[in-house]
């Protein structure tokens, strides 16, 4: 497995049907900065909202996976996921020109051949793991469907599938190293049965729908009427049903070829925790909601371990600051009282460190609970703000001539009061990359190695004019 972070040197495009829109939609993989992420932008809508794969915006699994952010949806994630996951890329920013990834032949070949065309670049940043130490259950009594991740030095799925088909039988897949994926599995298409695909299509369900991206299993005999309806409806004379029940619309590469892409799928979905796991992965029946349910449950392990740990930025009190509050004053419009960052620590391409001083000089201290003072919650967050502006005014060469205005705020959490004598020390890190003035940012503050207060905001640099010092 990788040791480096990785994205990809180009973009790459590829265009196609979109399974059940119909729509036809063009997916263009770019580049992406360290720590970015995957993160989906639909090019078709006014602003071209962002949409990150993380399995907390699944909005539906029925026939796909679909993440949903503020009334805006991508669907048919799975597939392109999958492709990330089998060439281990971490930051991908994957512009799409509809609201459905397209289908191709059903598989993730198309997908990883376009993202190893575009070439694959190591990023001069660890890749962080999520190294499994327990054992982690999902079961849906329901449905059949278990699924088990247990620890171990590599990351390995097995999938176990039985629809109590006869034509399809028990068939069973394994990936040992992620490195077989592109010959193992990428090319493995999803499937249906014919009573499936008759539903599916007498309830317009797939408008996108062809014979080339689907193996069509049929499990009992097939009617001549429905015969001629299935070449009515997709142009072809030459129908009719193979031996092994096979609809003869494609050839079948594996005997297990079902079973191998439902494991093609619990890659997809599992690259909505956010980060690369370390476990071996068993699933008996897997689907889209199974795989989701069980995602969600490895992210959470992932936030209450990193409640646990000190994730405070560490600094020096000797250490000379990288901005000084003169140099702070240069480049932020804000004046005391109201300028509430002292120092910034560090600062990169993708996160900000920085300091302020809580005393009880502090004018807001006067009115606000006089006699037990407790810093204004709203006051922690425009501080986190201007530290985060700093990164954000940092790309413009005269940033003393900008002003940073508030878009939007989400996720506030206040953790513990933060009063007099306090040091606070601010960590933003970009949730994507600055374009066209707009920063979306991911913050933290803390207080003796504490977590105070967290949010995500997103702001936008607005050039003024006069507002030279």
């Known amino acids: 497995m990788a040791d480096k972070q990785q994205t990809i040197r180009s973009r790459a495009s590829l265009t196609g049907v979109g399974l059940h829109s119909g729509e036809t939609v063009t997916v263009t993989f770019c580049p992406a900065p360290i720590n970015h992420g995957i993160i989906f932008k639909r090019t078709d809508l006014e602003g071209q909202p962002l949409i990150p794969a993380d399995v907390d915006l699944v909005s539906d699994t029925a026939r796909g996976t679909t993440l949903s952010l503020n009334g805006v949806k991508i669907s048919t994630v799975e597939h392109a996921l999958a492709a990330a996951g089998g060439l281990q890329i971490d930051n991908l920013l994957i512009e799409v020109s509809g609201v459905e990834i397209p289908i191709l032949d059903g598989s993730a070949q198309f997908f990883l051949k376009a993202i190893k065309e575009a070439g694959i670049e190591v990023q001069e940043a660890d890749r962080e793991y999520y190294e499994l130490k327990t054992n982690v259950f999902y079961n849906d009594p329901s449905r059949n469907v278990e699924i088990i991740a247990v620890p171990s030095e590599d990351y390995k799925v097995k999938v176990m599938i039985d629809f109590n088909s006869k034509v399809l039988g028990f068939q069973h897949a394994q990936l040992n190293d992620i490195n077989d994926f592109e010959e193992e599995i990428a090319a493995c298409r999803t499937f249906v049965f014919l009573h499936e695909l008759n539903m599916l299509v007498d309830n317009n369900l797939i408008k996108g729908g062809d014979l080339s991206n689907a193996i069509v299993y049929v499990d009992r005999p097939l009617q001549n009427s429905e015969l001629e309806k299935l070449k009515k409806l997709f142009g072809r004379d030459d129908i009719n049903v193979n031996t092994e029940g096979v609809l003869n619309n494609i050839e079948v590469t594996h005997q297990n070829e079902a079973a191998r892409h439902k494991l ?206």
Do not use: W
């Open 264 to 469: 093609l799928d619990v890659v997809g979905d599992l690259m909505l925790v956010g980060k690369p796991i370390k476990a071996h992965i068993i699933a008996t029946r897997p689907g889209h909601a199974a795989n989701i349910e069980f995602a969600k449950k490895i992210k959470q392990l992932i936030k209450l371990e990193k409640s646990k740990r000190n994730d405070s930025p560490a600094y020096d009190i000797f250490q000379n600051p990288l901005y000084t509050i003169n140099d702070i004053q240069r480049i932020l419009p804000h004046r005391q009282p109201f300028l509430l960052i002292d120092k910034i620590m560090e600062m990169s391409e993708t996160h900000v460190v920085g300091l302020k001083n809580v005393t009880m000089n502090e004018e807001f201290f006067k009115g606000h609970f006089p006699g037990n003072p407790i810093m204004p919650g709203v006051l922690i967050i425009e501080a986190m703000a201007q530290c985060g502006g700093i990164l954000a005014l940092n790309t413009v060469p005269d940033p003393e001539n900008y002003i940073t205005y508030f878009m939007k705020i989400d996720n506030v959490k206040f953790k513990q009061k933060v009063i007099p004598g306090d040091t606070l020390v601010f960590k933003l890190e970009l949730i994507s990359p600055i374009r066209r003035g707009i920063c979306h940012m991911r913050g933290a503050a803390y207080v003796n190695n504490k977590v105070v207060t967290e949010a995500e905001m997103m702001a936008q640099i607005v050039k003024e004019k006069g507002l030279s010092n």
